[in-house]
């Protein structure tokens, strides 16, 4: 836990969030300003601050495994679904507790901006 990290404060139910799915590993909730009609975001409870810094299979799996069982229970696992890890400056990284986005609910165009 990072006392001044905001994901690892939406864990510790300091700060709101819309939540969708929680385990006693991973939450995931609903991105504040979202790009997608569903966007989601999954996260682990413990602070990894970016995947270059990870380097537990089980903690990054879960995550892919907890957005593909959204996406089922959202509707868009049939139509397509997208999700990404931004790593550091260049790829667009703001907030430093690793997080998988879920898209979906619309197109997704490649490549990626
Ligand atoms: P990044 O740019 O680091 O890949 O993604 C960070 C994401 O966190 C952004 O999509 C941003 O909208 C979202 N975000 C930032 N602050 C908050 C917040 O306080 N609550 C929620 N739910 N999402 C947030
Ligand atoms: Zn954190």
């Given amino acids: ?11 510790r139910k300091e700060i709101p969030a819309k939540l969708v799915a929680e ?9 504040i300003n ?6 989601v975001l999954v996260i682990p409870r413990e602070h990894v601050p ?10 990054l799996g879960r995550l892919s495994l907890m957005a593909a069982e959204i996406a089922r229970t959202e509707g868009v696992a049939a139509s397509g679904y997208r ?5 550091n400056a260049a790829a667009g990284q ?3 507790h690793v997080h998988l986005h879920l898209l979906g609910g619309r197109a997704m165009h490649w490549p990626p901006g």
């Fill in 83 to 87: 999700t990404v890890m931004n790593t």
């Fill in 23 to 31: 385990d006693e590993h991973s939450i995931a909730f609903r991105d």
């Fill in 1 to 11: 836990m990072a006392d001044d990290c905001l994901f690892c404060r939406i864990v």
């Fill in 94 to 96: 703001t907030v430093f």
């Fill in 34 to 39: 979202p790009q997608a009609p569903l966007h």
């Fill in 50 to 59: 970016s995947l270059d810094q990870a380097g537990d299979a089980e903690l």
